[in-house]
């Protein structure tokens, strides 16, 4: 190396000693500041305005520490007050209401209740609609509000009615398309006791028996062609302390023959003595007809009220 040659460079690095030192700020600057300070601004108010919906919400919802507005949480449950509205489906143990108010379930269209079991088929429905009201189950029942008592209950075999009276106030009566079996009938007081086949027969059987009784009145049978009174095995017992028999023929007996007898439709006539007395006469077809009573029977077997009766 040639001595300008050294010279020259001992004099460059003198130089560049002693030049002042460059600094470079550190930070954002420019734009990007500006960007920085407006997107921090904005999550301000942003945080500001969510602040100031979450306060207005619990507000209106009425939000404590027991609930969200009607809804309180208590330690049996939760409470509703006012008018509730459920959209989807509520599944709960027990809906009941406060001890001085009814409970209400509305919908525009019915109210069904469903009840299942554990593998979720159906087991009982009850329905509410418009046009009726239905019920689906195995066994429905109504029963008392004091003791449980059963007052009516239905199945697919039977219909219970266990209450102590049967009360039916419709004009035209009960109507049975059958059998009807009970222990008592019984009127209303001051009311009459009709039972009534309008185009077929009444049969009433007891293995023990049938009574028939009116305690404070009189007892009527009425029928268009023929009354029958049968006991296979015991007797036809009447006891009363007058029996009587209308529209019985009555029969003229002549003492003058004993064979023949006619029958008399009217009175005895005016100039004979009337006659008070009668004897009861049987036919062997079981017609009765009066006869008038004598020193002996007067009945003849061969009267005409039985030849042509």
Not at 6 to 33: C, D, H, M
Not at 199 to 224: I, N
């Amino acid at each position: 190396m040639t001595r300008e040659q050294y010279i020259l460079a001992t004099q460059q690095n003198s130089l560049s000693r002693t030049e002042q030192p460059q600094f470079y700020p550190v930070g954002i600057y420019g734009w990007r500041k500006r960007c920085l300070y407006f997107f921090v601004l904005l999550l301000l108010v942003t945080m500001i305005v969510n602040l100031a919906m979450t306060i207005w919400i619990l507000k209106v919802m009425n939000f404590t520490v027991d609930g969200m507005g009607n809804l309180r949480v208590t330690k049996k449950g939760i409470r509703l007050e006012g008018i509730s509205e459920f959209l989807l489906p509520l599944y709960v143990k027990e809906i009941h209401s406060r001890k001085d108010s009814p409970l209400v379930l509305q919908s525009d269209r019915n109210v069904t209740v469903n009840a299942r079991n554990h593998m979720g088929q159906l087991t009982g429905q009850l329905t509410v609609g418009a046009d009726a009201v239905e019920a689906q189950c195995k066994r429905f029942e109504v029963r008392a509000s004091e003791g449980g008592k059963i007052l009516f209950s239905a199945d697919e075999d039977e219909i219970v009615i266990g209450a102590d009276r049967l009360k039916v106030t419709g004009t035209e009566g009960a109507v049975f398309g059958h059998s009807v079996e009970t222990p008592h009938i019984r009127a209303e007081p001051s009311q009459d006791l009709k039972l009534e086949s309008p185009t077929r027969s009444l049969v009433m059987e007891a293995p023990r028996g049938v009574q028939v009784s009116a305690d404070a009145g009189d007892l009527k049978a009425t029928c268009r062609k023929e009354l029958h009174l049968q006991s296979t095995e015991g007797e036809i017992f009447l006891n009363a302390d007058t029996i009587r028999l209308g529209n019985l023929p009555v029969g003229s007996f002549s003492s003058s023959s004993s064979s023949s007898s006619s029958f008399s439709s009217s009175s005895p006539s005016s100039s004979a003595p009337r006659q008070t007395i009668y004897e009861l006469c049987v036919c062997p077809n079981g017609k009765l007809y009066l006869s008038p009573a004598g020193a002996g029977s007067t009945c003849q077997s061969s009267s005409n009220i039985c030849l042509w009766s």
